[in-house]
Each structure stands twice: as structure tokens, then as C-alpha cells.
């Protein structure tokens, strides 16, 4: 258990559907971050916020918008998604965003678009 | 830009038997380099990480790796493999001076130890 929770472990949605990710940590950590993982491909990084700001948006897709209500609590919310989407998206987070900084992962959210 | 090259999808080994998994970085200046560890159904998990000094690090369940900045390499290795070493392995680095800019990880090699 890494503390950090993410739901659903599960998500199947259609392409005009919209759905929401959401992670949630308690260790303290002020740096969360959204990875995409891809069978065979580097783990992405989609966004990164700092004590609730965003601080890095990879070049993602709007139909992804990130949210960050406070320190503990990051969301994904989805709209109008492509099946080259489908992929396991993790959550991350670390004390402050720093490049030595270990980084504590969620068991990620299983996303098919159909 | 910085990148990491894991250029084996699939590492074989039987149990008891010593392993390695490679991995190369291109970074600018001095690097920060990681392991983590997947296991099925679950999240990364950090393994070790060379920030300075000793090139030879020491991390969890019994692996180490050892930092080569001639060869820009950062292999992950453990003496005797045991089944449950089985699951997917990330390289990833950071450049020193970057200030904040986050890790940059590998596509993974899956590790299978054969009892």
C-alpha cells in the first residue's frame, strides 16, 4: 500500500460519454502527477501541479482536464474520448516537485474507450 | 531533452540464477536515475535511486545498480532471482540542474524468473 488511492480500478465509457478520475493521497505531499501507460511504451506524463497549481501540461488533449482541489485530492475528467485513449492512467505524488524526489504511485484506473 | 533507452521488452532468467536488466540515459549534465517496479494489477513502486557518490547502489528486495557515466548505463541487478522478482521494471531519469522538471521514465522490461 503506497497511500495513494485511486478510483475506479475500472472504467469502460463510450466516446460521447464523460467520466471522472479521481486520486486521493494522505502522506502529506504537496506534487501530484497523472501518467498514461501504454503496453510497450514509455510511461507518459500528462500533468503535473505543485501545492494545487498546475506546473506541466505535456501537450495533452483537451478532451483531458486535470483538476486539483487541494493538496490531497487530483481528478482527470474525460469528454468525447478516442479508443487510442484506452490505457491504464496512473496518479502520482512527492513532496514537492523536485527531480531527486521519489515519487509514490497510485494502482491506477484500467480505462477502455469503446 | 532528456530520455531513457530500455531496449529489452522481455528479460528470462531462471530462479537462483543472477539478473540484469539494462537501461541508458541521455540527459544534459549529471543525471538523477531511478528504478520502480510494477507489479500486476498495481502501481509503480520506487526500487532505488543514484543522486551522488558511490556508483554501486543499493536498493529494495535485494537489487542494486550500479551507475556507469562513461557508458550512460544504469543496469539494475540482483545476485539470485527469486519467481516473485517477476513483474514489469522502469528506468528513469531526471537531469541534476533542472530545477523541477519531472522524471522521464522508460517503456519497462517485463522480468520473468523461472522456478
Known amino acids: 500500500e503506497t497511500g495513494v488511492t485511486q478510483t475506479p480500478r475500472h472504467l469502460v465509457m463510450g466516446m460521447t460519454n464523460k467520466k471522472s478520475l479521481k486520486c486521493e493521497q494522505h502522506?502529506?505531499?504537496?506534487?501530484m502527477y497523472w501518467y498514461k501507460q501504454s503496453a510497450k511504451k514509455p510511461l507518459e506524463l500528462m500533468f503535473v501541479y505543485n501545492f494545487k497549481e498546475q506546473t506541466e501540461n505535456n501537450s495533452v488533449p483537451s478532451r483531458f482536464s486535470p483538476e486539483c482541489p487541494n493538496s490531497s485530492h487530483l481528478f482527470l475528467h474525460l469528454h468525447t474520448l478516442q479508443p487510442e485513449d484506452s490505457a491504464l492512467y496512473l496518479c502520482?505524488?512527492?513532496?514537492?516537485?523536485?527531480?531527486?524526489?521519489?515519487?509514490?504511485f497510485g494502482s491506477g484506473t484500467q480505462l477502455s474507450v469503446l | 531533452a532528456q530520455s531513457v533507452a530500455q531496449p529489452e521488452d522481455q528479460v528470462n532468467v531462471a530462479e537462483g540464477n543472477p539478473l540484469t536488466v539494462k537501461c541508458t540515459y541521455s540527459v544534459s549534465g549529471n543525471p538523477y536515475l531511478f528504478w520502480y517496479v510494477q507489479y500486476p494489477n498495481r502501481g509503480l513502486q520506487f526500487l532505488l535511486k543514484?543522486?551522488?557518490?558511490?556508483?554501486l547502489v543499493k536498493g529494495s528486495y535485494g537489487f542494486e545498480a550500479e551507475f556507469n557515466k562513461s557508458q550512460t548505463s544504469f543496469h539494475l541487478k540482483k545476485p539470485s532471482a527469486l519467481v516473485s522478482d517477476s513483474a514489469l521494471y522502469f528506468c528513469a531519469v531526471s537531469p541534476r540542474n533542472s530545477g523541477n522538471t519531472p522524471l522521464v521514465f522508460g517503456k519497462g522490461t517485463r522480468l520473468s524468473v523461472i522456478a
Open positions: 502522506l502529506g505531499h504537496n506534487a
Open positions: 502520482a505524488s512527492s513532496r514537492p516537485d523536485r527531480a531527486n524526489e521519489k515519487l509514490f
Open positions: 543514484y543522486i551522488t557518490g558511490d556508483n
